[in-house]
């Protein structure tokens, strides 16, 4: 494997295995490219491929929804199960187009739902003039043919006062537009002969991350009292179960002692309880914890980090990332191997001699925010963008130290 492989596997929704559908190298056509960010992991993924217009729309009806895996070409060789090769990135096919000149066709299901519950106040239609009550909610309307394709993917949509009769066929009438994924025009061209041979897709994917933020998280069915933090992300992001359904291995957690309550009733997505805990650190860190989804998909639950993991010469001309870790010191990194919430130092970056009492307070070090690969080998890191003062208050919110 002397190259990185770009395939198409079933969603780990149906199955544990990635069990490969098909390699789609050889039809990758200019470069690709990828983010990973901090707070999410795998985050973005985009490639295009060239093909006759038949196989195109084969694409369009068969992969939306699939996993795609980008695998390093150093992790494994052919000999070697599937499962020890490196998975540099993956994630859900989210949005496919067909671009084959006068009539551009996209498929997505960024807006696909097929867990639906319409929000809304009850109305008293009693009085003289109607008057809003309490918050209601309608029964949960599903589609499971969606759910079995896609994941449970669920929406809460919230109204004005009504009844429940009118709220009940909202949710339906939701359901019937939202429950499969959106394939529509982007435009219809006249005067082009199109060339039914040649036709680019293009894949755009979502990392599982994304799946967090389709997940409502309630849970009323425990007591308040606070517990440590890392016991309630340990919750949401168990493996094969509920809100971690794309998830195939139990998560990476760092202890974390701060502790707050696992009850929760309000209407939140998992994804916005689990930046909120990420929010508050880890007792004195200078920075928030992080979670990201990686190869597995597994979950990576870790703090603010205060050692270096990488480093770097600016006058390098090859431009080496080398490993600053313990265990695998002054060994090069790849550029597709290169992850964020980690410390990288570009040692020439400032004639600096002072010591520091660790990594993250060096001028010359910065946390890693994302990271952006683009074949065959560029690489874009921006920093974390983190104020301390902040991460120091939410922390103080919930009883921890300054």
Known sequence: MSRIEVVVCETPVLSSAAVIKQNITNLVDGPYTWTIAAQGGFKTASVNLRMPLVMAYKFLNDYIGKRLQFLSPLQAESYQPRSAMGVCWEGMISTIT???????????????????????????????????GKQARTLTTINTESRGLYGIRELYYTVGGMAAINADAIRNKLLRRYQMPITQFAQLATGIIDDPSDAVVTLDCTGYWETFDKRIYLNTAVSPTPINIDLIVASVLAANTGI?????????????????????????????????????????AQGPSYIGIYGGPIANYSIYPTQASYRLQRFDNMQRIIDDTPTAYGRVVNPWEVRPAKIITVADALPETAVYANDVLDVRSFVIGEVTFTSPRKLVLRPAVVDPMQVTLSRLSIGGTV
Do not use: W
Request: hydrophobic residues 35%.
């Open 98 to 132: 067909i671009d084959n000149g006068s009539a551009p066709i996209t498929r997505t299901v960024a807006n696909c739902y097929n867990h639906v519950t319409v929000v809304y106040p009850e109305t008293d239609y009693t009085q003289a003039t109607p008057v809003l």
């Open 244 to 284: 971690g359904q794309f998830l195939l291995g139990n998560p990476v957690l760092a202890a974390n002692a701060l502790q707050f309550t696992p009850y929760q009733d309000q209407i939140m997505t998992a994804q916005q309880l689990l930046n909120k805990l990420c929010s508050f650190g880890h007792y004195d």
